[in-house]
């Protein structure tokens, strides 16, 4: 069964960092693609960032060169590096995982599994 626990949240001011973890229990991190997405109050889920099993990454644009999405196989862990934090990052953010390849091409909110969340509030 897999099970992805995200940690790593917090509350920060504007112009902050954090980095979000997603310790990945019961499936390969070398598979088809990971990614986060993340849901604030009264808006839908939105795609933030994804990795493929290749390496290669993907941002939505409001987040591009602010974070940074990495994946350490070894252990099986999928970070999110987010700095120059803004209010309007505040946010549930998720971990999610896909196996089939072909769904990689979709935003990572579509992924088959995701994590719990873990809350990050950015205070103008």
């Known amino acids: 069964q897999v099970q992805l626990v995200e940690s790593g949240g917090g509350s920060v001011q504007a112009g902050g960092s954090l980095t979000l973890s997603c310790a990945a229990y019961g499936y390969d991190t070398r598979s088809a693609c990971m990614g986060w997405f993340r849901q604030a109050p009264g808006k839908e889920r939105e795609g933030v960032a994804s990795?493929?099993?290749?390496?290669?990454?993907g941002y939505e644009d409001s987040v591009k060169g602010r974070f940074t999405i990495s994946l350490d196989s070894a252990k099986n862990i999928l970070y999110l590096e987010m700095s120059s934090l803004k209010a309007e990052d505040t946010a549930m953010y998720y971990c999610?995982?896909?196996?089939?390849?072909?769904?990689?091409?979709?935003?990572?909110?579509?992924?088959?599994?995701r994590g719990q969340g873990t809350q990050v509030t950015v205070s103008s």
């Open positions: 999610a995982a896909e196996e089939n390849p072909l769904r990689c091409w979709g935003d990572a909110a579509d992924y088959t599994y």
């Open positions: 990795i493929e099993s290749d390496g290669s990454t």
